[in-house]
């Protein structure tokens, strides 16, 4: 039987509803652990937005996500399309960002980081992960958002 967490990640209102305190300008009732991605969708052209828990924060500047579900995220495959974005993080409001997707070397040492900040949160989103994707923790990919102009 599915865990709360996992039935969660695949529910979309549950999901979906933080976008609307991040368009509200209230991002910064989350404290920098959630943030916004704006982003282009790779067919549609259209703005998506999705809200995602960060991972590294190696400087004010720089933001660190994961895609929990693999490369068949939308938001990823969109960032791969057109690396060109926006981020809501903290006090922090629509800024223009630049993604760049990690090697493996990178994201194995922002594991290790985050293991070691968040030994709990790792346990139970790793946990999460797999029992969502039936993939480990250390398979995820991850990307750098750099807002800096």
């Known amino acids: 039987m599915p865990s709360a967490g996992a039935k969660l990640l695949r529910t ?17 009732l989350f404290g920098g652990r959630l943030m916004m991605l704006e982003h282009v969708g790779r067919t549609s052209g259209q703005v998506r937005y999705v809200v995602l828990e960060t991972v590294d924060r190696p400087d004010a500047d720089t933001v660190v996500i994961a895609s929990g579900f693999g490369a068949t995220s939308q938001w990823y495959r969109n ?16 800024e223009t960002a630049i993604a760049r997707m990690l090697d493996i070397e990178e994201t194995a040492a922002v594991l290790a980081g985050y293991q ?3 030994p709990k949160a790792y346990q139970e989103l790793g946990g999460i992960i797999e029992e969502a994707t039936g993939r ?5 990919p991850m990307v750098e958002l750099s807002m800096r102009a």
């Open 79 to 94: 960032l791969l399309a057109e690396p060109r974005c926006r981020v809501s993080v903290g006090w922090r409001y629509r």
């Open 136 to 140: 480990g923790i250390d398979t995820v």
């Open 116 to 118: 070691v900040r968040h």
């Open 12 to 28: 979309r209102w549950f999901v979906r509803s933080p976008i609307w305190v991040f368009r509200a300008r209230l991002g910064f």
